[in-house]
């Protein structure tokens, strides 16, 4: 048996509740991230002058089944790659995502309906969701290795862990670079990110040739 406990890093915590239908695992990951789960979810609710209380069950679970899709693949390559606090960072914005998302449908049905409520000004949508590989698994894991190792190369220096996290932020996860800057592990503005997400995608581009790699979408 198992014992999962608060001292067990994020990526063998993830990688347990991955790979099986271990009570205990999932227990623990539950106990470590459902409280700043909710807590996102509430500031984000409040943002958009919604009652958190109405929303916030629902849009956990929504949280939940988003990280835990597909065996937790894209949770589990980010923790591969980077420090636990990084790792709850990630997952705070994983909720606020789907927060927004929910809040942003929610309007465009009442603007279908006749209502006349705006967004906030400084909203922005998420990047695209890009994926770097083709439809084989393999094939995909072997280019995000070779794309891995080219990023770590690029970003060398005294903030290679932050801009790495920034492009995988980015192009993993299909997170905006506003969104990005909003990370307090990050302490860059949007232009900031923006500047780090095209530095480091032209050097790994150099590197690797396009190999299907798309173009930021950073505004």
């Not at 609710?45 to 065996?71: M, S």
């Not at 932050?162 to 800057?181: N, P, V």
């Not at 150099?206 to 505004?219: R, Y």
């Given at each position: ?9 994020a ?16 227990d ?23 009652d ?6 629902d ?36 909720a ?9 449908s929610?309007?465009?049905q009442?603007?279908?309906?006749g209502e ?24 995909r894991e ?35 670079a ?13 232009k ?12 790994v ?15």
């Amino acid at each position: 048996i198992v014992v999962h406990t608060s001292s067990q890093s994020a990526e063998d915590l993830i990688r347990a509740c991955a790979e099986g239908n271990d009570p205990a695992a999932w227990d623990e990951f539950v106990s470590r991230f459902q409280r700043p789960i909710s807590l996102s979810i509430q500031r984000t609710a409040c943002q958009w002058g919604k009652d958190p209380a109405q929303f916030v069950d629902d849009l956990l679970q929504e949280t939940y089944l988003k990280l835990c899709v597909d065996k937790c693949r894209l949770l589990l390559e980010f923790a591969q790659r980077h420090p636990d606090g990084a790792v709850l960072g990630y997952i705070k914005t994983i909720a606020i995502n789907v927060a927004h998302d929910h809040f942003k449908s929610l309007h465009s049905q009442k603007r279908g309906a006749g209502e006349t409520d705006q967004l906030y000004e400084d909203f922005d949508p998420a990047a695209h969701s890009c994926s770097f590989g083709g439809p084989d698994a393999l094939e995909r894991e072997v280019f995000l290795k070779q794309v891995n190792d080219q990023v770590q190369d690029c970003a060398a220096g005294s903030n290679q862990e932050r801009d790495c996290l920034i492009f995988w932020l980015y192009y993993l996860q299909g997170m905006s670079a506003k969104a990005i800057a909003a990370l307090a592990t990050i302490k860059l503005t949007a232009k900031g990110v923006e500047a780090v997400i095209f530095r480091l995608t032209r050097c790994v581009r150099e590197h690797l040739g396009n190999s299907g790699m798309p173009d930021p979408a950073v505004p």
